[in-house]
């Protein structure tokens, strides 16, 4: 963990405030949820993930996807990747673009295709031909997103295939 050298203060309520630089950096906007984990030194706070909690079962479910369909597969929360069914090309924790966090909040499902000129992460995906994007949303709450790659091209099938593992994961909340 990399020291930054800041020193707050905490008031008499017990805040403190996370100075706007550490905030755009982290992605962290009003209303976020934070999560505070104690060590035996000290702690650390982290931007809270809903869907990182189930990790293992987003990991299975990536993995069966990609088995099913010869396509890879990645779960992100609203911000980052926490599964993925091919880690050399696609990292856990790598951060989706602010355009694909847009999408995502936007709630509506997305298929791709050669043409469409977009940016998911801070790193190309031109090699794919389809790219299909379904939101995971829990009681109202966007949790993050369920995405599909392929070289070559699909159809509103892969959506379907999608769309009820996003209902699924949804429903963990």
Request: glycine fraction near 4%; aromatic fraction near 8%; charge should be neutral.
């Amino acid at each position: 963990m990399k020291a930054t050298g800041i020193v707050k203060r905490v008031d008499e309520l017990g805040r403190i405030v996370i100075p706007k630089e550490i905030r755009r950096i982290m992605r962290i906007k009003e209303n976020d949820e934070l999560e505070i984990v104690s060590l035996e030194d000290g702690f650390f706070i982290k931007k809270y993930s809903a869907l990182g909690e189930i990790n293992k079962l987003a990991k299975e479910y990536v993995l069966a996807i990609n088995k099913v369909t010869k396509n890879i597969a990645i779960i992100t929360d609203r911000d980052c990747i926490i599964a993925t069914s091919h880690p050399k090309q696609f990292e856990i924790g790598d951060k989706l673009s602010l355009l694909a966090c847009k999408m995502i909040k936007e709630r509506s499902m997305r298929l791709f295709n050669a043409t469409d000129k977009i940016d998911l992460f801070d790193y190309s995906t031109d090699e794919f031909k389809n790219i299909a994007l379904v939101p995971i949303i829990s009681t109202s709450n966007i949790e993050g997103a369920i995405l599909i790659f392929s070289s070559s091209y699909f159809d509103n099938a892969m959506l379907n295939i999608l769309s009820i593992g996003a209902t699924f994961f949804a429903s963990q909340f």
